[in-house]
């Protein structure tokens, strides 16, 4: 199936998200309009300051926008009750953040069933055995975080995302904490979780390299959404970032027209 085809999983139309007021006023978000296709590995990267980690929090439902409005899939995220984002935090949006947020009493197996038992769901046992041998911690589930390597728990916090089949994940730095070997396993699941069971996954990143797992890179500055790049290398998104100020420039001057 094309990217043409292909449902939305998430998108946001004219985003604005503003914090303070008067000249303490800080314009995080400015006016932003992005689609994510079902299916599809996302980087979104950007200087410090560039709006990228917001942006991501809003499409989540973890923010709020100012105006604007933010779809996961067919579901109307702006205006929902606290209640209603619970249950789309639940149930339709997967976490994976550069701290792990594993509980350390739990086993390893315990956290990655965490959101199904919240939500009182029983677990799918071929679903999680698949998702389990996928990231390779068959004799790891037994184990509680404090027993397990960084990268070992950044791949359990992957699975517990992944075992509830939600319509899309978001990643924050997820490789921020992490060696380059520990980081190259995780990006390697994120990849085959979309190649091979059709996830949707938007990640926020700094790293190039990471960059160059995903199949488009959105480059944010100021809140605002200044190019993309399909089938990225680590040479080309660097190449991006260098001459980012270029970018930055240009879509400035196109906004004064």
Known sequence: MTTAT???AAKAADVWKVYGTGEAQVIALHGVTVEFVAGQFTAIMGPSGSGKSTLMHCL???DFTNRGEIH???TRVTGLSDRGLTKLRRDKVGFIFQQFNLLPTLTAEENILLPLSIGKRKPDRAWFDQVVET???RDRLHHKPTELSGG???RVACAR??????EVIFADEPTGNLDSKSGTEVLKFLRRSVDEFGQTIVMVTHDPVAASYADRVLFLADGQVVDEMF???ADRVLDELKRFDEIVGSAKNEERR
């Open 72 to 74: 996961i899939g067919e």
């Open 135 to 137: 990231v390779g911690l």
């Open 152 to 154: 070992q728990q950044q």
């Open 6 to 8: 292909r449902a939305s």
């Open 231 to 233: 089938d990225p290398t």
């Open 60 to 62: 989540a439902g973890l």
């Open 161 to 166: 995302a992944l075992v509830q089949r939600p």
